[in-house]
Nanobody, 124 residues
């Protein structure tokens, strides 16, 4: 069984917090960005946040601004998505991906082989 690069999902109450992790060290090719995306049941996948591999610049979807923070460890091995003030509408499978976004340029819709993702459920 292939181990997912994403982890940290779970069930949380509205207003709660979760921190997702993306094991960037498992990506075998060089990349210029890592993005977090999510897909809710019956909806299209959407971009959530993006971080540049070179300078650490970041960007966020309007729906998560002020609530989510993307970051990376010093070695660049792990990219995190700290989620606070979670809402039921944040419920989705969350994925990380390389080179599917760039801060200031938005999220791209290119073909991509997505991983398994990690489930986030916000419910009371």
């Amino acid at each position: 069984q292939v181990q997912s690069v994403e982890s940290g999902g779970g069930l949380v109450q509205p207003g709660g917090s979760l921190r997702l992790s993306c094991a960037a060290s498992r990506f075998t090719s060089d990349y210029y960005s890592i993005g977090w995306f999510r897909q809710a049941p019956g909806k299209e996948r959407e971009g959530v946040s993006c971080i540049s591999a070179s300078d650490g610049s970041t960007s966020y979807a309007d729906s998560v601004k002020g609530r989510f923070i993307i970051s990376r460890d010093n070695a660049g091995d792990t990219v995190y998505l700290q989620m606070s003030g979670l809402k039921p509408e944040d419920t989705a499978i969350y994925y990380c991906a390389t080179d599917m976004c760039y801060p200031g340029m938005g999220f791209f819709s290119s073909a991509y082989t997505w991983g398994q993702g990690t489930q986030v459920t916000v419910s009371s």
